[in-house]
């Protein structure tokens, strides 16, 4: 393991599960043209894919039906807009020789790719926006990750919570349950702590306040369900959870609720099998 790599497993939990992280890496490098930078390889093997702190997104070479696969695709995507507009692609794109080859993705539509000049080892960061902004780094994934959840790194172009600790989350399928709540004799912040103390350890996720209302955010470390406890939209209770959790959720969820002091109005199913009602 690298040193980047640990630091960052100190801070940043590996999933139970990883997702499209192991397979045939020579064959993948075959695919590719190139071969790969060792730290983006215990990456993956590590984490797969998966969301860190709600920043950027792992691709993989692995898994049918990968959504974010590690693919030479950037040239055959924007090489004819280049042809219109040269001065927004400064870099080469891959496999033109040091091209741009995206190791991630964000929800912005951002590339976070690897400029790739010289040994795999040594190919720098490069973000590339939709907008056609761009910023580089002269470190590798690995390194790039350890300092960007270590806050040494700050980027103008990836869109996180740097105040919160960071996080991981693999993409697993979640079913959405939507716990409608009449009001109960507390007041919100005294019922979102009770939430969060009968669920605990949590961990934050952010929030807001506008005019009164609010929307908060957290995880439950244990089995990484995400939960937003909200008066924004209406008194309710969103909850994700892998559907073999369904029955687990219920259970723990609707006793804290109860603790709340809230009655509930509905469970609603808004993605996903499971039935609460």
């Not at 980047?4 to 192991?22: N, Y």
Request: proline share 9%; glycine share 10%.
């Amino acid at each position: 393991m690298t040193g980047s790599l640990a630091r960052i497993t100190e801070r940043v939990r590996p999933p139970a599960v990883v997702v499209d992280g192991h397979g045939d890496w020579t064959e993948a490098e075959r695919t590719l043209g190139t071969r790969l930078p060792e730290d983006y390889k215990q990456l993956v093997a590590t984490y797969g894919r998966g969301d860190f702190w709600g920043a950027l997104c792992l691709c993989t070479p692995f898994g049918d039906g990968n959504p974010v696969p590690l693919t030479a695709d950037l040239l055959d995507d924007y090489g004819p807009l280049r042809d219109f507009s040269p001065e927004n692609y400064p870099y080469p794109l891959f496999p033109e020789p040091g091209g741009l080859l995206a190791w991630a993705v964000t929800e912005s539509a951002a590339h976070v790719c690897w400029l790739t000049e010289g040994p795999p080892e040594s190919w720098p960061v490069v973000i590339r926006s939709r907008d056609d902004d761009y910023e580089r780094f002269d470190c590798g994934a690995g390194a790039f990750l350890d300092g960007l959840t270590s806050r040494t790194i700050t980027s103008e172009l990836l869109h996180h919570e740097p105040e919160l600790a960071p996080w991981f989350d693999p993409a697993v399928e979640l079913d959405h349950v939507y716990v409608r709540l009449g009001e109960g004799p507390r007041p919100y912040a005294e019922r979102l702590g009770i939430l969060r103390d009968t669920l605990a350890p949590t961990s934050d996720r952010g929030g807001y306040e506008h005019d009164g209302q609010r929307q908060d955010h957290f995880a439950v470390d244990a089995t990484g369900w995400l939960l937003t406890y909200e008066s924004a939209y209406g008194h309710q209770l969103r909850v994700a959870f892998p559907p073999a959790d369904s029955a687990a959720a219920r259970r723990a969820v609707l006793a804290a609720v109860e603790l709340m002091g809230c009655p509930v109005q509905s469970a609603d199913t808004v993605y996903g099998t499971s039935s609460w009602v």
